[in-house]
């Protein structure tokens, strides 16, 4: 299984721990090698990471982390990253055409999560997205997490601002090529190039699935709070495993 993560992005709320987001070591270990030891752990046995801002930077530590692990990792430029993150996505279509997981280089998640995504595969024209039913969970932000309407295991509706809702977006999916096209053809309809537009076009056309995370943990590393807590969160499992 491969992997694609989007790590692009400013950041420029989590500036102050570090200029470029997807470095900021938390606990010791950078984001976005904690993101890619969470996919490994699930089976992926190869990366796509999408970078832009501060991509040189990005780029060298990636290719230590790929020596280091001895795994391949594909780096590719977005020159665009300051569009929305579905341009992100579309710039690894030359290079995905099977299923792959599809991740953000800011969401920290239990490895079991997308292990369970790879052990139930939608259909060819279909993609996967793990859901938190949990509406009480304390590490979301209200202000700016994706806010997801899903009914029968489908999606109906997806949003930052939706009102009616019933489950969180873990930013965690299982995709095949199908998505690009959605978001190509989301962006030429109505000029939204976000990754959530190309899956609203898939939810209207009933190729969106939901599989919920039924409590496992995610965190989207977001500004200084959501760091803080993805912290303790992890001191107290150290603290367990060390009793």
Request: glycine share 8%.
């Amino acid at each position: 299984m491969k992997c694609l993560i989007i790590a692009a992005g400013k950041g420029s709320r989590l500036k102050s721990l570090a200029e470029a987001k997807p470095l900021a070591p938390l606990k010791n270990i950078p984001l976005i090698d904690r993101v890619i030891d969470s996919a490994l752990q699930a089976g992926v046995d190869g990366f796509y990471v999408v970078i832009g801002y501060q991509g040189s930077r990005i780029r060298s530590h990636l290719e230590e982390v790929s020596r280091a692990k001895k795994i391949p990792i594909t780096i590719i430029e977005n020159e665009e990253w300051e569009r929305a993150n579905g341009i992100s996505v579309l710039k690894a279509k030359p290079y995905l055409d099977e299923s792959f997981l599809l991740l953000m280089g800011d969401h920290i998640f239990d490895a079991e999560i997308a292990r369970q995504l790879i052990c139930h595969p939608p259909g060819d024209q279909e993609i996967l997205l793990a859901v938190d039913e949990n509406l009480e969970n304390s590490f979301i932000d209200m202000d700016d997490v994706t806010r997801v309407f899903a009914e029968k295991d489908k999606i109906q509706k997806i949003g930052k601002g939706i009102d009616s809702y019933n489950c969180f977006d873990t930013g965690i999916f299982l995709c095949n090529p199908v998505l690009f096209s959605a978001i190509e053809r989301s962006s030429k309809a109505s000029g939204d190039d976000s990754l959530s537009g190309g899956v609203r076009l898939l939810a209207q056309e009933g190729s969106a699935k939901v599989m919920p995370i039924n409590g496992l943990f995610w965190c989207d590393i977001d500004d200084p709070n959501n760091f803080k807590q993805a912290e303790t969160y992890l001191s107290g499992l150290t603290k367990n495993c060390a009793e």
